[in-house]
Structures are given as C-alpha cells and as structure tokens.
C-alpha cells in the first residue's frame, strides 16, 4: 500500500486506484479496510462521488474498531448528499449509524448552578473554513453578561481566524491529545450547559463521538453540519422553517427554529477584494460554477449543455475548492463526455485568491442537488447574481434560502426546465443584484441565536 500512497501524495488517483484494486484480491481481512479508505480518497481526488460513497461504506464494513467503523460511517454519510438521495432512504442510514454508540455508557445526568449559561462549542478545528464564515459572531460577539463561552479544537492547528476565537470566547481547549471520553469527561468538569457541536459528519464524524457521552445536560448540532446526525445524543438540531420544508420527521433531534439560520460574516481577504475588484469588460456573456467539483453531477452538467447550446459565444468557468490537477483533468473527461464544447468552458483548480474571477462571470449556475454554501454566499456579497435549484429536503435547500434571506428569491427554481430558462432569458436581460443586507446583519443573528438558547435552557 506505500506504493498507492506514494501516487495519492504525487496526485496520480488513477494510479493509485489501478493499484488498490489489485492489492483488494490478496489483502489480509484485518488490513481490507485500509485499502478501502485510500481508495475512498482516489475517488475523492477523481471528484467521483459515487466511488467515494461506496469506499467509505465498504471501509465502514470491513473496519473492525468500533472507534473506525463511526468515523468511516460519517465519511459515508456525508458523501451520499453529493448524490440525488431520497430523505428516507438518508434517515435510514442515519438510524444505522447511530447503532453503533447502542453499547456507550453516557455519563450520569448532572445539573450546575452557573451564574452564567456556559455554552461549549466543540468542533474538528477552529481554522478559517466555509463553516467559521457563519458561525464566527456566536463566539466573538455574545452577551457576556448572560453567557459564558468556550470553544474545543480537536486539531492543533492554527491561523488568525484561531487566533481570533482565542482572544475572543472565555477560554479555549486544544483536546487535539486526549480520547473522546477524556475529552467529553474534560468538558463536564467544566460545567457546560451546552453542548453545540459544529462539525457533525464532517471530518469523520468525531465531535459525535465525544456528543454520544452526553457530557452536557442540553446538545445542539447546526450552523456547521447542514442535516441531522442521527444521534440519540444530540437533542435539537437549530435551523429555520424554510429548510425544514415539512421534513422534521427526517431528523433525530428535535427542531428549534429561527427566523433566518444563515449569517454570512467576510473576512479580512474577503473585504479587500470586494473593495479592489473591478469589473472586466467582457464581449461574451459568461456564466460560472466555482463550487467544489464532487458537487458536478451529470443532470447539472446537462443542464449546462442546454443552457450554452441556447446562449450563442457564451461560456463557462469552473473554479475546484481544492488545488487537485487530478480534479481539473477529472471535470474535463466528464465535460468532453457531457457532449459540451471544451472551447466554451474554462476549468481552473482552486486558488485562495479565487475572488476576482467574480468579476468575469455574470450569472452563477449552482450546483444540485448538493448546493454551494459559503459560495453561495459570497457571490451574493460580491453581487454576482445565483441561479438555484431547490430542493426538498433540508441539505438540499441551503443555498435557496441564502437567497431568500437576501431577498433573492427570485433566482430560485424548483425544476429542471426552470433552470434552464431562466439561465437563458437572465443572459438576455441581465440585470444587477440589489440584494437586502439580511443575509450579512450578523448583530442580530448573534441576539435571536442566543435568546433561543436561552429559551432552551429555561424551558428545560
């Protein structure tokens, strides 16, 4: 297997992949699972979802340490939503994962007398990502006469987003060194009244595991994980009624509503380059997807072939999350594939200074049924129009809500046919964004968010 990892550090997936299926035919039963993992990366590194879902439940199958076997199974759960899935077929699995905590021991209920509410967010890492776009104000911005606040790393890495949450919450634990239990144990001793976890099935699921012992008398998932865990463990799950859309049966937590879930707060790198950037005079009307490749399916990329065969010299530009050549070579076999005219579509790997691509592109077709989240966002703060799709469930609604908090509700579809239309009669008519300042007031969606805990915590 060092050979296979050697090509996966080299980004040669397909090599790797070629390799692996080869070794899966004399493997020792103990080490299978291993081999599934790197192939689950291949896969992720070929922006194949389907392949990376199946590796990680194969991985999940054949892992004999229940510690494993969860966080293969969250890597599975999480994969299935870059796929077409049906909202029972996904609670199902969900069920299933939460199987796997029935022989855990959660500590014994304990109730504290805190003058303040101490609210303890735990997540994989407190580094500047697409989530910390949305939940840095509850933890630099908070009622520090009602609330105490600390945040919990799992990693021990930092950059000055870390170094914000440090100087901001009340105190700060890297338990990048210790078990789940020693960690779930640690945070009782303090006293939490709450519990938030942010990472949910991200990362291999590890805040659950730490959640499954119940180290708080109330836990809370949301902001950082887009759909229920499944687990027993976590009591409500914090969203809005425009993406529950009727489906709380599908969630093992129960709901607490807001009135908008979403606030989109830009960073530093963010500011400046809306403020530098300027618009480029383009002959072509160009329209754009700079969401993580996974996220391209082969109904988008229909989609996208009607919408360029009907719009005469316009063009495409893709832009990956990840800086993956494998990717970029991946996303062009699949376009040739798709029929669409490689002369009409620019594909780029990702870049941290991606942002003045914004000014190339006049429309940005969102992907589905997995939409784009912090990308969403940040094209509309960047008022660059966003076409959407929506769906029905909850993980496939969020980037239309985005634009309903932002009084964007008219770029949002609910079918195929829509889309496509609506591409083409937007090319014909474009018209610039004027989008309300709802979806970035993050002053009172730090007071609702808090006020609601505090009804939680009453009412309990």
Same mark, same amino acid.
């Given at each position: 297997?060092?050979?296979? /990892?050697?090509?996966?550090?080299?980004?040669?997936?397909?090599?790797?992949?070629?390799?692996?299926?080869?070794?899966?035919?004399?493997?020792?039963?103990?080490?299978?699972?291993? #081999?599934?993992? %790197?192939?689950?990366?291949?896969?992720?590194?070929?922006?194949?979802?389907?392949?990376?879902?199946?590796?990680?439940?194969?991985?999940?199958?054949?892992?004999?340490?229940?510690?494993?076997?969860?966080?293969?199974?969250?890597?599975?759960?999480?994969?299935?939503?870059?796929?077409?899935?049906?909202?029972?077929? %996904?609670?199902?699995?969900?069920?299933?994962?939460?199987?796997?905590?029935?022989?855990?021991?959660?500590?014994?209920?304990?109730?504290?007398?805190?003058?303040?509410?101490? #609210?303890?967010?735990?997540?994989?890492?407190?580094?500047?990502?697409?989530?910390?776009?949305?939940?840095?104000?509850?933890?630099?911005?908070?009622?520090?006469?009602?609330?105490?606040?600390?945040?919990?790393?799992?990693?021990?890495?930092?950059?000055?987003?870390?170094?914000?949450?440090? /100087?901001?919450?009340?105190?700060?634990?890297?338990?990048?060194?210790?078990?789940?239990?020693?960690?779930?144990?640690?945070?009782?001793?303090?006293?939490?009244?709450?519990?938030?976890?942010?990472?949910?099935?991200?990362?291999?699921?590890?805040?659950?595991?730490?959640?499954?012992?119940?180290?708080?008398?109330?836990?809370?998932?949301?902001?950082?994980?887009?759909?229920?865990?499944?687990?027993?463990?976590?009591?409500?799950?914090?969203?809005?009624?425009?993406?529950?859309?009727?489906?709380? /049966?599908?969630?093992?937590?129960?709901?607490?509503?807001?009135?908008?879930?979403?606030?989109?707060?830009?960073?530093?790198?963010?500011?400046?380059?809306?403020?530098?950037?300027?618009?480029?005079?383009?002959?072509?009307?160009?329209?754009?997807?700079?969401?993580?490749?996974?996220?391209?399916?082969?109904?988008?990329?229909?989609?996208?072939?009607?919408? %360029?065969?009907?719009?005469?010299?316009?063009?495409?530009?893709?832009?990956?999350?990840?800086?993956?050549?494998?990717?970029?070579?991946?996303?062009?076999?699949?376009?040739?594939?798709?029929?669409?005219?490689?002369?009409?579509?620019?594909?780029?790997?990702?870049?941290?200074?991606?942002?003045?691509?914004?000014?190339?592109?006049?429309?940005?077709?969102?992907?589905?049924?997995?939409?784009?989240?912090?990308?969403?966002?940040?094209?509309?703060?960047?008022?660059?129009?966003?076409?959407?799709?929506?769906?029905?469930?909850?993980?496939?609604?969020?980037?239309?809500?985005?634009?309903?908090?932002?009084?964007?509700?008219?770029?949002?579809?609910?079918? #195929?046919?829509?889309?496509?239309?609506?591409?083409?009669?937007?090319?014909?008519?474009?018209?610039?964004?004027?989008?309300? /300042?709802?979806?970035?007031?993050?002053?009172?969606?730090?007071?609702?968010?808090?006020?609601?805990?505090?009804? #939680?915590?009453?009412?309990?």
């Amino acid at each position: 297997m060092l050979t296979s /990892k050697k090509f996966l550090v080299n980004n040669l997936p397909d090599k790797a992949l070629e390799r692996l299926k080869k070794i899966l035919l004399t493997v020792n039963p103990d080490e299978e699972w291993k #081999v599934h993992e %790197l192939i689950g990366v291949a896969f992720h590194d070929l922006c194949d979802a389907e392949g990376a879902v199946q590796a990680s439940l194969n991985a999940a199958k054949t892992d004999t340490i229940l510690r494993d076997q969860r966080r293969h199974f969250s890597n599975y759960l999480f994969a299935l939503h870059y796929l077409n899935i049906d909202a029972e077929f %996904l609670f199902e699995n969900e069920k299933i994962y939460n199987s796997l905590y029935r022989d855990t021991e959660i500590f014994p209920e304990k109730i504290f007398s805190n003058k303040k509410i101490h #609210v303890a967010y735990i997540a994989p890492n407190f580094l500047d990502s697409s989530a910390a776009r949305f939940y840095e104000p509850l933890l630099t911005s908070y009622d520090r006469e009602k609330f105490y606040v600390t945040a919990w790393s799992l990693s021990n890495l930092e950059d000055e987003f870390t170094k914000k949450i440090r /100087k901001n919450v009340d105190k700060y634990f890297d338990v990048s060194e210790i078990s789940f239990e020693e960690i779930a144990q640690k945070i009782r001793d303090n006293d939490a009244d709450i519990f938030f976890d942010l990472g949910g099935h991200t990362e291999g699921g590890e805040t659950l595991q730490i959640a499954a012992y119940k180290p708080a008398r109330i836990q809370i998932s949301g902001i950082g994980y887009f759909d229920t865990t499944g687990l027993d463990a976590i009591d409500f799950y914090i969203t809005d009624n425009f993406l529950v859309n009727g489906c709380e /049966k599908y969630f093992t937590e129960k709901i607490l509503t807001m009135e908008n879930i979403f606030s989109f707060k830009p960073n530093e790198k963010m500011i400046q380059s809306k403020n530098n950037l300027k618009q480029i005079n383009h002959e072509n009307f160009t329209f754009g997807c700079l969401n993580n490749f996974m996220k391209i399916t082969d109904e988008y990329l229909i989609c996208v072939k009607k919408i %360029l065969d009907s719009v005469p010299n316009s063009k495409m530009i893709f832009r990956d999350t990840t800086p993956l050549k494998s990717r970029q070579i991946a996303l062009t076999e699949k376009i040739k594939f798709a029929d669409i005219p490689i002369n009409r579509v620019e594909i780029f790997c990702g870049r941290d200074d991606f942002f003045d691509d914004y000014a190339q592109i006049d429309l940005i077709l969102d992907t589905f049924p997995y939409t784009g989240g912090m990308m969403t966002a940040l094209a509309i703060y960047m008022d660059v129009p966003v076409l959407n799709l929506c769906g029905k469930i909850h993980s496939q609604r969020l980037g239309a809500d985005m634009l309903r908090i932002a009084d964007l509700k008219n770029f949002i579809v609910t079918n #195929v046919d829509d889309y496509i239309n609506f591409a083409i009669n937007f090319s014909k008519n474009p018209v610039k964004i004027s989008s309300s /300042k709802n979806l970035f007031d993050t002053k009172n969606f730090v007071t609702n968010f808090y006020n609601l805990l505090e009804e #939680v915590i009453n009412f309990d």
